[in-house]
């Protein structure tokens, strides 16, 4: 029998890419997916149809033990989140009930329906924020520089409470930053790749940017997905930091993804305040030794490779808004 997932998130860029590994490993996929005046399906497009779509909202505990309900599965994947840093200073409250508190709401719709589950949820290296040690892993102790931090925090801990207090097998990721052609424009790595498409393709000026000393591991989505299913497939629930163990700075990011495409970031770039937030995280360096061992994880796609396809990718999309928007003063 085909085995069964519910995906929250799974409009977002991690569980489009999740999808299309379960739709490729046979499992009936189902996704959670919020009522929005516009559906947001632009990840998804391709496999839309073969995902079986519920209706529901994490906030929203009923219609989660219906989406538990309906879909019967073996595994869940909790991946839903106001997800973006920056938003959560302005958007406190909105970050801590669907980052933090509504994790709870997961976790007991599985618990009520159906305790036997594979859950695993998303947690973050945003949780080490102002580093207690480098590189860090999983005995690291936390330290969040925002109020995305702190509720990452929160659902962290309440996965690995479930799992010892009702012997639920769930296992919380935490993810350094990973990105792909589907992450979000306002992401640092997507909003240079896609302003560098701009740019080159005279659509865009200048680049308006805040910190660029600051440090990331990033690494590329399709690998992190992996990492996710390889976790519920142990004898035993876990945590594991996934990561490359490589560090760039934003500034290393600039100078990729401008030298791509024969341009030099220092004559784009401008240093706008809007952009530095109220509290940094300076550096963030993974050490996920753990995860390739017990999981026999590994990456296949390297930090420049990994932002040359973003650069590819946008330089494709924005031609085709300049093609179509050709056509529209034609007509
Ligand atoms: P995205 O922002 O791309 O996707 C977020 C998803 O959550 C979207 O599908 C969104 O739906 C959904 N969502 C938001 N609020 C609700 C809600 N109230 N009810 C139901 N669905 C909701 O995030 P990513 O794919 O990048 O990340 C996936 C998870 O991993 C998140 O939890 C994120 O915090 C975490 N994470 C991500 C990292 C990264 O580098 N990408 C690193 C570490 C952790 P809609 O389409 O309707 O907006
Ligand atoms: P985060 O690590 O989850 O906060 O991912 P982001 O991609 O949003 O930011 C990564 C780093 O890039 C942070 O240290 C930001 O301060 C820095 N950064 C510098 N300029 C920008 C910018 O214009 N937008 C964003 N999003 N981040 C920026």
């Known amino acids: 029998m085909k085995k069964r997932a519910l995906i929250t998130g799974v409009t977002g860029q991690d569980g489009s890419y999740l999808a299309e590994f379960l739709l490729e490993k046979n499992y009936e996929v189902y996704g959670l997916r919020r009522r929005t005046s516009t559906p947001n399906y632009e990840n998804v497009e391709h496999i839309k149809d073969r995902i079986k779509w519920i209706s529901g909202d994490l906030t929203d505990l009923a219609s989660l033990i219906e989406a538990v309900r309906t879909s019967n599965p073996d595994e869940v994947y909790n991946l839903a ?19 933090a508190l509504s994790v709870t709401n997961m976790l007991e719709a599985v618990r009520i329906v159906k305790p036997t589950v594979r859950f695993y949820q998303a947690s973050s290296s945003e949780m080490f924020g102002k580093v207690v040690e480098t590189p860090q892993k999983e005995t690291t102790p936390f330290y969040p520089r925002s109020p995305y931090g702190v509720a990452k925090v929160y ?76 976790m519920l497939q142990q004898d035993e629930a876990d945590d594991y930091v996934i990561s490359t163990g490589e560090m760039h700075s934003v500034r290393e990011l600039l100078e990729v993804a401008f030298n791509h495409v024969g341009l030099n970031y220092e004559d784009y770039v401008v240093i ?5 937030r ?54």
């Open 272 to 276: 706008d305040p809007e952009f530095t």
């Open 81 to 99: 989140a106001q997800s973006f840093v920056a938003a959560s200073w302005p958007q406190p409250l909105l970050t801590g009930h669907i980052t």
């Open 155 to 230: 659902g962290h801990w309440i996965t690995v409470n479930y799992r010892e207090s009702f012997n639920m097998f769930a296992c919380s990721g935490i993810l350094f930053n990973h990105e792909s052609p589907r992450r979000g424009l306002e992401f640092v790595t997507r909003k240079v790749t896609d302003g560098v498409a701009r740019i080159k393709l005279g659509l865009q000026n200048e680049l308006r940017m805040g910190n660029l000393d600051s440090l990331r591991d990033w690494g590329f989505a399709g690998d992190y997905v992996k990492a996710m299913w390889l």
């Open 278 to 331: 109220p509290a940094e995280v300076d550096l963030l360096l993974g050490d996920c030794s753990k995860a390739k061992e017990k999981l026999g994880w590994k990456l296949d796609v390297g930090f420049k490779q990994l932002i040359e396809m973003m650069v590819d990718e946008d330089m494709k999309k924005v031609n085709k808004i300049i093609q179509l928007s050709n056509m529209e003063v034609r007509v």
